[in-house]
């Protein structure tokens, strides 16, 4: 069973951090490119970053210069370490993967997860 699992998230002052993981079975992350994406109330859910096979990565403006993806194919696990967080960083989290790479359009990406809630208070 293909299964992405998220964790870490929570609740953090402004300018505060958090890590969030991301735990694959049945999918190899080396094999697939692997992201973030977050929805924030009443808003749509919009890319974040994401990871090709060869490690290459694509971040989405907002998040340049304070968030970091990484992965660990040994563990199959992806994650997402987020510094000076901002109130519009609160959302739901979501990790997924697919086959397109350098991408961060919702519809390129056919497995997802359940989602983790980020809530930043100023």
């Known amino acids: 069973q293909v299964r992405l699992v998220e964790s870490g998230g929570g609740s953090v002052q402004s300018g505060g951090s958090l890590r969030l993981s991301c735990a694959a079975s049945?999918?190899?992350?080396?094999?697939?490119?692997v992201g973030w994406f977050r929805q924030a109330p009443g808003k749509e859910r919009e890319g974040v970053v994401t990871i090709d096979p060869d490690s290459r990565t694509t971040y989405a403006d907002s998040v340049k210069g304070r968030f970091t993806i990484s992965k660990d194919n040994a563990e199959n696990t992806l994650y997402l370490l987020m510094d000076s967080l901002k109130p519009e960083d609160t959302a739901t989290y979501f990790c997924a993967a697919g086959v397109w790479q350098m991408t961060l359009q919702e519809s390129h990406y056919s497995i997802w997860g359940q989602g983790t809630q980020v809530t930043v208070s100023s």
């Open positions: 049945g999918l190899a992350v080396s094999l697939y490119s």
